[in-house]
């Protein structure tokens, strides 16, 4: 329990992040940032807590002294290649401050239960709310709020879109995806708390729901949110808004009318593969309810923006197959191009985690913070050499700068008359991205950060300077800077990961978790 009496007591909420190409700069300018450190510091009473948040996707690795030294609790999520970095974190803050209590939580942390207890105070396994409870054991009823509403105001950094949550999770259950693994079911917020976070904004942006599945499989309350949005754009609260849909939404051809009478500017949805066979691999059968390409072109067509992501899996796709996809979209200029491309990532816990380990698929000496979806964590097909120059190009799709202009003017040709000017200049201006990727990572730099001692394959992909102490960290917390393995030299999973196979009680693991 809290026993300061003299001021409030100090919380750091840090979302943390290993950036794939070693950039030391932060993505200020990448569409979407996480808000996940915003939503966490919800957990806390505004007026009897002092909460600060950090995030080093955004601003790059926090290697301040001073704002290391100067929480009472220090709170951390991350993706699950970010499971080092918030190791690391905790050596350094346990350091400068003494006393400190570390929390962590997020996907690697819930499938790492018994190991995570080993580094943090609290290994948190549930919802964010959950956090409440912590704070109410370590500092007090006074530090918990009536009612838990994200810290959106607390955010120290602008953009041009405002974050909402309206749902969590997924009705569907892809083989890759870290919601599968964790099994939960598909959850929605109720209108009211939507509005509230509507209305909470500083300014008027474009709003852009981070929710995991906006269409979901509740169709009345889909529309009662579509009701409320036009309701909020008419009033001139919402300019406009983007979200994150799955393939089924596409099948009933009124859900985008309705969706652009309510202000849709634009929509992402996983397309992964136009490959009907890699997509039953990834058991993502509502991408087989209609074709693909035929479900973007329609998008486009009712004047909303379409986005996408490809992954590949060379460990299941031939480099052969994986390159005539490619050029199949670059000679395809009525779908955009993708908004990023990567390889499938084996994340703990999920069913294709569990495939790569029974059949033998992973390479050895993987490491856990190699999870980033460019370097190659298993056993290609093809052979290895092969398959690196692949992997290290398919950031800028290929290095087809020529392909990619030709399919943006046709892109252009096709869609100047559905699609407003902003609206088109979001959708080339991927390809921009994709020709310099540099544009991701930080406009500031005039040539991209690539690290050129990178492998692309974790087997001898070089950790990173982050791995050394840039700060005084305490002896006892050296093994905080030693990689998480997946693998041993065999190829085999790795003694800790064994041992969080089957999930235990440890005594400081409570069901409070954190979302990235």
Sequence with gaps: MWKTLERKPRVLVVLAHFDETR???????????????????????????????????????????????????????????????????????????????????????????????????YACQGDVEDLMGIALEVFGAAAVPEWHEPRFDLLNWGGPVNYVESSRYCNFRCTFCALTGEGRSYKTYDLASIERQIRSQRRKKILLFVDNNFYGNDRSFFRQKLDLLADLRREGVVPGWIALVTSDFFADPDNLVRARK??????????????????????????????????????????????????????????????????????????????????????????????????????????????????????????????????????????????????????????????????????????????????????RHLVPHRDETLTYVTTTQPLGPLYRPSLPVGEIYRDHFLPTMITDAEGGLHAHILANATPSSPARAIDAGLPV
Aim: hydrophobic share 40%.
């Design 262 to 443: 309510a202000g849709c500017l634009g929509l992402f949805s996983g397309v992964e593969s136009l490959s009907d066979e890699q997509i039953k691999v990834y058991n993502k059968k509502q991408n087989l309810i209609q074709p693909q390409i035929r479900m973007i072109e329609s998008c486009l067509e009712a004047g909303i923006v379409f986005q996408y992501g490809l992954i590949f899996d060379p460990s299941t796709q031939r480099l052969g197959a994986m390159r005539r996809e490619l050029s199949a979209i670059l000679g395809t200029p009525s779908i955009p191009l993708p908004a990023f491309l990567s390889l499938t990532i084996p994340l703990l816990g999920t069913p294709y985690f569990q495939s790569c380990a029974h059949e033998g698929r992973f390479l050895p000496h993987a490491k856990l913070r190699d999870m980033d979806g460019f370097t190659l964590m298993t056993k290609p097909i093809d052979d290895l050499e092969a398959v690196v120059p692949f992997v290290r190009n398919m950031e800028k799709l290929g290095g087809h700068s020529r392909d990619i202009l030709r399919h943006s003017l046709g892109f252009y040709k096709s869609y100047r008359h559905s699609l407003s000017a902003r609206q088109m200049i979001a959708s080339v201006g991927n390809a921009a991205r994709l020709c310099f990727p540099q544009i991701i990572h930080n406009r």
């Design 23 to 121: 950039n030391p700069h932060g993505r200020p300018h990448f569409v979407p940032q996480g808000v996940g450190h915003a939503f966490l510091a919800g957990a806390f009473d505004r007026n009897n807590v002092d909460v600060k948040l950090y995030s080093e996707f955004h601003s790059g690795p926090l290697l301040n002294e001073k704002a290391l030294a100067w929480p009472d609790m220090l709170v951390l999520t991350g993706v699950t290649s970010s499971f080092d970095r918030m190791k690391q974190l905790t050596a350094y803050a346990r350091t400068l401050s003494p006393g400190c209590v570390v929390v962590a939580g997020g996907p690697a942390v819930r499938n790492l239960p018994s190991f995570s207890a080993h580094y943090f105070d």
